[in-house]
Nanobody, 114 residues
Framework: VQLQASGGGFVQPGGSLRLSCAAS????????MGWFRRAPGKQRELVAR???????VYADSVKGRFTISGDTAKNTVYLQMNSLKPEDTAGYYC?????????WGQGTEVTVSS
């Protein structure tokens, strides 16, 4: 499975961004997809995750602001990020949980600053 992430960028506090992660290859082996992030000087954390059945999990810090969704026709998962805060600044990494383990995509940078 290959993962192609996109959608990062620079935004002011209170703004919105949408990240996309397109999966290709043996997509039938994917059980769930999600996003991790890593901010400078901080540990990596799970931001949101969605299973093939549509169940979602969010970090407490993003609940009510971020929404993860999937488009099975496009094999793509989206992370809609609203009401962004400076503390959301990080490298965001797409992941796919496979039968054989976890596959990581490349990161996309999100910077929230005035």
């Amino acid at each position: 499975v290959q993962l192609q992430a996109s959608g990062g960028g620079f935004v002011q506090p209170g703004g919105s961004l949408r990240l996309s992660c397109a999966a290709s290859g043996n997509i039938f082996s994917i059980n769930a997809m999600g996003w991790f992030r890593r901010a400078p000087g901080k540990q990596r954390e799970l931001v949101a995750r969605i299973t093939s059945g549509g169940s979602t999990v969010y970090a407490d810090s993003v609940k009510g602001r971020f929404t993860i969704s999937g488009d099975t026709a496009k094999n793509t998962v989206y992370l809609q990020m609203n009401s962004l805060k400076p503390e959301d600044t990080a490298g965001y990494y797409c992941v796919a949980d496979l039968i054989a383990g976890r596959q990581w995509g490349q990161g996309t940078e999100v910077t929230v600053s005035s």
